[in-house]
């Protein structure tokens, strides 16, 4: 390794290979620290090729699911901590290193250019750069025994509290391992499909599986929805005809699945922006909804609604897997305000609901506050409600909650690469009233 870290190599003018990529990373990192999603950064690596912005947005992630256990090893090796810039091309190479199983040759080599690349203060730690990333490289077995990043305690505590420390665990050592790419099937799926087809009806490909190329994308014989938010519509088990209301539909997974069952489905979501990605969905995939763009607290449908599902706005604590930057741009605060929407949205779902129809109330949400203590109270509110067991293929007994909810979370599943955290509860208005 020694000759393929020599310095002179960041002054011949030649790019490492995957510089571009790294280059899209750092700045996809550089975003999340000002407090940016990945997704909101994403246009900031709109003039890379797309392998590079798909490779760049994989570095991130990776670095984003590990960047605790990076420093752990890193931090011990300095004197100091450096400026942000640098600490970022110490833990992107870091990264590379030991979790992605990349050559320290190509890695180093890299960090280093990039690190020259930042002007004057870049090219004099380069060489503390190089000399810190070389030990990194040896440095397997430390990285090994490291725990998976913690969640932060605002969202630690409460799942704890809730399932106790080993689920805790379990949960962060599932959001290290990232998730798969799962598809919804609209009927039959294309014969010649990859993939391992799960007991729930979903269908599971590895991550980074390019979706475009897959058989029956054109066509829009599928689409992609992770195995846990699929469950909201399975459990509300639409039937074909009924009037069903999506009421927060955008990007329209749940809409999709409605409309496939062949329920005449409105589509309710209060950003017009996002629910032109519901139409977009529904023109690929062939199926019909009407949408509305609209708050749904002031929305009330014509006609008798056999069923409301009712995904509400949450934390997306359930998600982490694939939104790796969540826990560092939230600090939980705004949970009091969204568990208020979250309340009204169920009283207004129950108002416009037909007696005997059934709500499903969901949330990508790891936060009992979300769903478990949410529903208690919902309970509480309308005592003419009753809880209906969730009854879809797949759904193991030990997801079953005492209250009758479906609580899903990523450490389910871990030798099938695990699923999102979605809490779901499915009610009938009973014919009283509520
Ligand atoms: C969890 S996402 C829904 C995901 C969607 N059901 C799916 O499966 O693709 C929550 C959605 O609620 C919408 N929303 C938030 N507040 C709303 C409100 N008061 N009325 C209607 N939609 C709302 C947001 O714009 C967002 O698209």
């Known amino acids: 390794m020694g000759q393929a870290l020599n310095k002179s190599q960041g002054r011949s003018g030649r790019k490492p290979a995957g510089d571009t990529a790294r280059m899209g990373a750092l700045r996809l990192l550089a975003a999340v620290d000002e407090g940016a999603t990945l997704d909101e950064a994403a246009a900031l690596n709109e003039r890379l090729a797309p392998p590079d912005r798909a490779r760049a947005r994989r570095l991130a992630l990776e670095v984003l699911r590990c960047t605790q256990p990076a420093d752990a090893v890193l931090m011990p090796l300095m004197a100091r901590r450096p400026r942000p810039d640098i600490l970022r091309i110490l833990r992107l190479a870091t990264v590379e290193m030991l979790a992605l199983g990349e050559a320290p040759h190509g ?63 379990a949960i962060e050592t599932a959001h290290e391992a990232g998730a798969p790419l799962d598809l919804t099937p609209k009927g039959a799926m294309p014969e010649d499909m990859p993939g391992e087809a799960l007991p729930t009806g979903s269908y599971r490909l590895a991550s980074g599986t390019q979706v475009s190329v897959l058989p029956g994308y054109e066509a829009g014989d599928w689409w992609v929805q992770d195995a ?23 990007p329209g997974g749940k809409t999709l699945q409605l409309a496939a069952a062949g329920a005449e489905v409105t589509a309710v979501d209060i950003s017009q922006a996002r629910l032109a ?48 930057e969540l826990p560092r741009i939230r600090d939980g605060a705004g949970l009091a305000e969204l568990t208020e929407l979250q309340s009204r949205l169920i009283d207004h779902a129950l108002d416009i609901l037909k007696p005997g129809g059934r709500l499903v109330y969901a949330t990508c949400s790891l936060l009992p506050a979300e769903g478990e203590d949410q529903m208690a109270a919902a309970l509480a509110r309308h005592p003419g409600l009753t809880v209906e067991p969730p009854q879809a293929p797949g759904i193991d007994p030990a997801w079953i909650t005492p209250q009758g909810a479906l609580r899903l979370r990523p450490d389910l599943w871990p030798e099938r690469g695990g699923m999102d955290g979605f809490f779901i509860l499915c009610l009938r208005k009973t014919t009283e009233g509520t």
Request: proline share 6%; aromatic share 2%.
């Open 107 to 169: 890695a180093v080599n890299a960090a280093v250019a990039l690190t020259r690349g930042l002007g004057g203060k870049g090219q004099a730690a380069s060489g503390m750069v190089n000399a810190v990333l070389r030990k990194v490289s040896s440095a397997q077995n430390i990285w090994a025994d490291l725990p998976a990043q913690r969640m932060p305690d605002w969202l630690r505590k409460p799942v704890a509290a809730q399932w106790g420390e080993d689920i805790a665990l």
């Open 228 to 250: 846990a938010a699929a469950m909201a519509v399975r459990v509300l088990d639409p039937q074909p005809g009924e009037a069903i209301a999506d009421l927060c539909a955008a």
């Open 277 to 324: 990605r519901v139409a977009e969905n529904l023109a690929r995939c062939g199926l019909s909804a009407t949408l509305v763009a609209g708050d749904a607290l002031d929305w009330r449908s014509d006609a008798p609604l056999d069923a409301v599902l009712l995904d509400a706005p949450c934390s997306a604590t359930g998600t982490i897997r694939r939104h790796p």
